[in-house]
Nanobody
Framework: QVQLVESGGGSVQAGGSLSLSCAAS????????MAWFRQVPGKEREGVAA???????AYADFVKGRFTISRDNAKNTLYLQMNSLKPEDTGMYYC????????????????????????WGKGTLVFISS
């Protein structure tokens, strides 16, 4: 059973930065496709960034150039560096993982935001003040 635990959320002013982490356990981490999804107020849950088994990455258009996803297989940890944050980035950020070793980052990013991935963390809250 894969367990995902997010950390690093908090409150910053617009233009600031936050770094999210996700500690994974219960599986051979390096073989998981992983992603960050978010739920912002008034909107459907959406994919933010994803990283495939081979290290390929994919980003939603609204975070390109601002967010960077990465992983450290030795530490079983997924990261999301968020820069130039905007008030509209406020929301709950979820770490997700899938057991499909062939899943690409693009596929993970476009997965059904509720049922498309196998495992979800409980989320970490991000608040951006104007």
């Amino acid at each position: 059973q894969v367990q995902l635990v997010e950390s690093g959320g908090g409150s910053v002013q617009a233009g600031g930065s936050l770094s999210l982490s996700c500690a994974a356990s219960g599986y051979t981490y390096g073989t998981l496709a992983m992603a960050w999804f978010r739920q912002v107020p008034g909107k459907e849950r959406e994919g933010v960034a994803a990283i495939g088994v081979d290290g390929d990455t994919a980003y939603a258009d609204f975070v390109k150039g601002r967010f960077t996803i990465s992983r450290d297989n030795a530490k079983n940890t997924l990261y999301l560096q968020m820069n130039s944050l905007k008030p509209e980035d406020t929301g709950m950020y979820y770490c997700v993982a899938d057991l499909d070793e062939d899943m690409t980052a693009t596929e993970a990013l476009g997965a059904d935001p509720y049922y498309g991935m196998d495992y979800w963390g409980k989320g970490t809250l991000v608040f951006i003040s104007s």
